[in-house]
């Protein structure tokens, strides 16, 4: 029950795509499920951007603390010991993780979106079958990004899962 019909109510949600009847409805829920998923590959480029911000710049900095509290020298050993040991840990997350690969994934993920969603936005209204038709090739091109970014973060080559395997066994031909 919604208190004073604003709290505690749920937002509209914009009709399925599969349950369109108009024009309107189609781009309604076409611009929808493309906004989802740019908002979910700005919120992964974001974190991979900062996770790799923040540890370049341990890396940095333990190293240089390192290099100065030996310098110094009457310094508990320990510490001497254990700086550069997290600074390598930093450096081996950085390359483990391939962080900046990931946030340039991510990003470029988000930018292609966005070109989805310019595309969304100019689909035609005087026709509710053209518009959905439309509307379904665009989700198709969304799930071509997601097969792409998928075949990216995996260090996979784009091809792989989709090219379709020859009947006969033989294998391609070459020319």
Not at 31 to 49: D, I, V
Not at 62 to 81: E, F, K, W
Not at 117 to 122: F, M, P, T, V
């Amino acid at each position: 029950m919604a208190l004073f019909g604003w709290i505690g109510a749920e937002p509209k949600q914009p009709p399925r795509l599969e349950d369109t009847k108009t024009a309107e409805e189609a781009k309604a829920a076409i611009l929808s499920y493309l906004r989802t998923h740019r908002a979910w590959y700005e919120k992964w480029s974001t974190r991979y951007a900062l996770a790799w911000n923040i540890l370049t710049f341990l890396v940095l900095i333990l190293g240089a603390l390192t290099s100065i509290l030996t310098a110094v020298g009457d310094v508990y050993r320990p510490l001497l010991i254990t700086l550069p040991a997290l600074s390598s840990l930093c450096a081996a997350a950085l390359i483990q993780f391939r962080l900046r690969d990931s946030c340039r994934i991510r990003d470029h993920g988000r930018i292609a979106t966005e070109f989805l969603i310019c595309k969304a936005l100019a689909l035609p209204m005087n026709d509710a079958a053209k518009a959905k038709r439309a509307a379904i090739r665009l989700r198709k091109a969304a799930h071509q990004l997601e097969l792409e970014q998928l075949a990216q973060f995996m260090v996979e080559s784009p091809q792989t899962g989709t090219q379709e395997e020859d009947p006969s066994g033989k294998g391609a031909e070459t020319p």
